[in-house]
């Protein structure tokens, strides 16, 4: 009856953990960023100051930046989406259920998709999307957004090359790196 009763016990534990979300959006949460190129040690953070209802009646999460296109996140099933102020529409930034070479969402304007480029094993499961601009020959990689499981953005390559790696973060009030 006790490995029952732990059986079940853990795997309540697992569906909590995996209903928090693999990018955690919950408010207080702190990212902080350095540039991997010593000569520029630019810095960046991002913090979620609270929820919002934005026109299209979904609630959103709200960063103070990210490096997204959007500071509103919200997560539904496997999926993130962002909101575009411009047009009050939203897009599907990441999809953790997607497979490799699956293109995630494509702009509007067909000039811009984000594409799952792989999903790794570690200590925690990594994946990692790609933006691209344009389509077929001369599209090109403009961001690398390297999604970690439970702790959200810890690497990104952005035009022009210039790559940044998370620090420290303050997830869910636990301390991950150096704040």
């Not at 960046?44 to 490096?67: A, C, H, R, V």
């Not at 933006?131 to 990104?156: K, V």
């Amino acid at each position: 009856m006790k490995s029952i009763t732990l059986l079940i016990f853990l795997a309540l534990i697992s569906i909590q953990a995996s209903g928090q979300g693999m990018y955690p959006l919950q408010k207080g949460n702190l990212w902080q960023y350095q540039s991997g190129d010593l000569t520029s040690p630019d810095r960046w953070e991002s913090l979620i100051t609270g929820d919002t209802i934005l026109p299209n009646g979904k609630t959103y999460s709200q960063f103070t930046q990210t490096n997204f296109g959007t500071r509103f996140l919200r997560q539904e099933g496997s999926r993130i989406f962002g909101y575009t102020q411009a047009d009050s529409s939203e897009f599907v930034l990441f999809d953790f259920a997607a497979t490799p070479g699956d293109t995630v969402w494509r702009f509007k304007n067909a000039q811009q998709s984000i594409v799952l480029q792989g999903r790794y094993a570690s200590q925690r499961a990594v994946w990692v999307f790609l933006l691209i601009f344009g389509s077929g020959q001369g599209s090109y990689d403009f961001a690398d957004w390297w999604i970690t499981d439970s702790l959200g953005l810890t690497h990104m390559i952005g035009e022009p090359g210039i790559t940044y790696n998370m620090t420290g973060a303050r997830i869910n009030g636990i301390i991950y790196g150096t704040v």
